[in-house]
């Protein structure tokens, strides 16, 4: 935890809250500008090992949240990276795109909703072109809508199909294209949920698609394992990211977080090292087909 955000939460706490955030909601997508407090990505504390040292990452929705922590360590770490995002998140994507370059790597930003095939391939082959080559995918991007009224009862085909094809659809299509460059050495990581495991009524399309991204996972290992290719998930629990507020309820914001063992929600910042250590090819070299946790101890089994 940042110091500011200790300070953020004991205030909080003194004013009587609950202790998490305060309450807030935005639409989604949502920036990170318009976060109270604004999350931590690791840009005054992640140092860099040179762990990915020359690799090439694509990142998808790496302008905010996790994404933005996991692009910021991998070019600490002496990758380039390009990222992908939502247009009108564009002034979020300038941010990280400033941290990555202030690590002295190369970054490409490429907005487009991976909703549509044709443009979650272009992204692919566009940061394999830009970049020279693809040596890691992070298949970040995800979305969710808590439902207000409960659970099955009230999802609408609307929200269903944002969330598979955001979730499910573009994860595949965008793996798929990826394969054309990938090669021994290489890995893609998923990003999974503690949903997969503890799943919430309101979430029940989101979990769902979890579910399948922990099964992808593990059958695409088994298919290019053969090749060196490694293919692993982090699965977060709470994490403090534009995603919450922008999705669920502004009243649910003091409580977020509260119920892992650990008493706090995550923030973003507190995810990079999963996702270095499972891209990082010494390291992890025999590191495939798993799910990493990262929930502030709530179990993933
Ligand atoms: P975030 O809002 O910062 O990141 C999600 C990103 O997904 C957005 O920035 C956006 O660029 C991208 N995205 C959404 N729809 C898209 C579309 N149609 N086309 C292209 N990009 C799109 O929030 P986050 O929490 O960092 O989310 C990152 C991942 O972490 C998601 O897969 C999410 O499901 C997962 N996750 C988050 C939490 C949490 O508590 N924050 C918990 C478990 C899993
Ligand atoms: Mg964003």
Known sequence: MTDQFAADKAA???????????TQEQAPPGLTTEMTPVPDHGEESWVGRGRLEGLKALVTGGDSGIGRAVAIAYAREGADVAINYLPE????AEDTKQWIEKAGRKAVLLPADLR???DARGVVDDAASQLGGLDILVNNAGFQWARRDGGLQGLKTEEMDRVFKTNLYALFWVSQQALKYLKDGSSV??????????????????????AAINNFTVNLANE???KGIRVNAVAPGPIWTPLQPATKAGESMPAFGGDTALGRAGQPSELAGAFVFLASPAEASYVSGTVIGVTGGKPVF
């Not at 706490?13 to 305060?22: C, Q, T």
């Not at 998140?89 to 979020?92: L, N, P």
């Not at 990003?191 to 979890?210: C, M, R």
């Open 189 to 210: 990581i998923n990003v999974s949920s503690i949903q997969a495991y503890d799943p919430s009524e309101n979430l029940i399309d989101y979990a769902s698609t979890k």
């Open 116 to 118: 549509d095939e044709q």
């Open 224 to 226: 290019v394992g053969g």
């Open 89 to 92: 998140e564009q002034s979020d």
């Open 12 to 22: 909080r706490e003194l004013a009587g809250e609950e202790g998490g955030f305060p």
